[in-house]
């Protein structure tokens, strides 16, 4: 399942961060968040546009789709972007808060 290795990814970036995971060089841990963002991101734009095509398969009368089918990858596709948003809306909070400190 594609939702479950996003929630495996956000697994692997807590655990980082509360420092279970070794510790590894800054430039190391920025690429590598960097990498599972884009990853994440990717998987949420795979798994709409697979409830798109599911949908317009749907649509169109094809047997080998039935509605619980589509209903599932929309809601699948709903939660994935739903946590992809809170993921930016945390990074835009934290940004904000690093511009407003004191130098």
Known sequence: MQVDSFFSEMSIMRAEATGVAPTKTGQQV??????????????????QSTSSD??????????????????????????AFDATIQVRNK???SYKE????PV
């Open 30 to 47: 920025g690429a590598d968040f960097g990498d599972m963002l884009t990853k994440a991101i990717n998987n949420v734009n795979q798994l």
């Open 54 to 79: 599911l949908q317009t398969r749907f649509d169109r009368g094809d047997e080998d789709v039935s509605l619980s089918d589509v209903m599932i990858a929309r809601n699948k596709s709903s939660v």
């Open 91 to 93: 990074l835009v909070e």
């Open 98 to 101: 690093l511009m407003n400190m």
